[in-house]
């Protein structure tokens, strides 16, 4: 998938993520919410009453429209998470 990154941004070190089970190249520094938007990603999840996708809305943390699972722990904010290496993602919105 194209990187949608902004080509002249310093970056940290180049890490990888997995999301789904997938491999995703994000960089240190980045939050969870960063990197999967860089590959893609918008939607997080689907709300439990039914009213469609969800996904990034505010980016600070007050929402809480972002929620994934992060290394098994559901229900973290992908914006207010700094990605790891290794770090296991999982967005349930396909
Ligand atoms: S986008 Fe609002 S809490 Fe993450």
Redesign the pocket.
Known sequence: MEDLRIQSVLRGEKITIRVNGQPVVAYEGESV?AALLAAGHRVFRQSRNGAGARG???????????LVTINGVPNR????CPVEDGMEVVIHGQ
């Open positions: 919410h990034i809305f505010c980016g600070m943390g007050v929402c809480y429209e972002c904010r992908a914006c207010m």
